[in-house]
T-cell receptor, first 114, second 114 residues
Framework: AQTVTQSQPEMSVQEAETVTLSCTYD???????LFWYKQPPSRQMILVIR??????QNATENRFSVNFQKAAKSFSLKISDSQLGDTAMYFC???????????FGQGTRLTINP | DAGVIQSPRHEVTEMGQEVTLRCKPI?????LFWYRQTMMRGLELLIY????????DSGMPEDRFSAKMPNASFSTLKIQPSEPRDSAVYFC????????????FGQGTRLTVV
């Protein structure tokens, strides 16, 4: 079974700043997949970025990048040049190879201030 | 495809009443998930199905909760009898085969039990 922990319930930064959201996970599997989802006030869940555990290179999607530390079981999300539209709940998730089960963390509420 | 469709969007019911939440997954997706979102616990996985078969219901809080998937295009989550602590947003999500695939979420059902 896998577990996901997000230790920052809330964060707040100024527009254009860089912010990093933390996520740790626990699984006994060697092959798994990690995700970050965004949930704006509309409640819609949107995939931001994903990372395969067997890849050493950190995933990047435009202003969003991850810092994947496999030994530490850490998967943080960095948002560069933050924008007002980045204001949302952010959820980290894990899925292990061979199983469709997708487990989420508690979420971090991020506010970008003008 | 219209995406994952949940109904109703909002439900207000009295304690002790039966509540049924409905979900239509994206056609062709093999896995279906039911999540509950609260401020305290984030996104909790209640149950998930693969090819209409329940695989893991360890997240179902108690016997008052039950879920069915009679066919590939429909699932229900039932709470009987409902209690005020069941108040939350309930999400349904579907996912194609593969541990690295994106899960697509419905808009959620906000349940209030008074």
């Amino acid at each position: 079974a896998q577990t996901v922990t997000q230790s920052q319930p809330e964060m707040s930064v100024q527009e254009a700043e860089t912010v990093t959201l933390s996520c740790t996970y626990d699984t006994s599997e060697n092959n798994y997949y990690l995700f970050w989802y965004k949930q704006p006030p509309s409640r819609q869940m949107i995939l931001v970025i994903r990372q395969e555990a067997y890849k050493q290179q950190n995933a990047t999607e435009n202003r969003f990048s991850v810092n994947f530390q496999k030994a530490a079981k850490s998967f943080s999300l960095k948002i560069s040049d933050s924008q007002l539209g980045d204001t949302a709940m952010y959820f980290c998730a894990c899925s292990i190879q061979g199983a469709q089960k997708l487990v989420f963390g508690q979420g971090t509420r991020l506010t970008i201030n003008p | 495809d219209a995406g994952v469709i949940q109904s109703p969007r909002h439900e207000v019911t009295e304690m002790g009443q039966e509540v049924t939440l409905r979900c239509k997954p994206i056609s062709g997706h093999n896995s279906l998930f039911w999540y509950r979102q609260t401020m305290m616990r984030g996104l909790e996985l209640l149950i998930y199905f693969n090819n209409n078969v329940p695989i893991d219901d360890s997240g179902m809080p108690e016997d008052r909760f039950s879920a069915k998937m009679p066919n590939a295009s429909f699932s229900t989550l039932k709470i009987q009898p409902s209690e005020p602590r069941d108040s939350a947003v309930y999400f349904c999500a579907s996912r194609p085969t593969g541990e690295n695939t994106e899960a697509f979420f419905g808009q959620g059902t906000r349940l209030t039990v008074v």
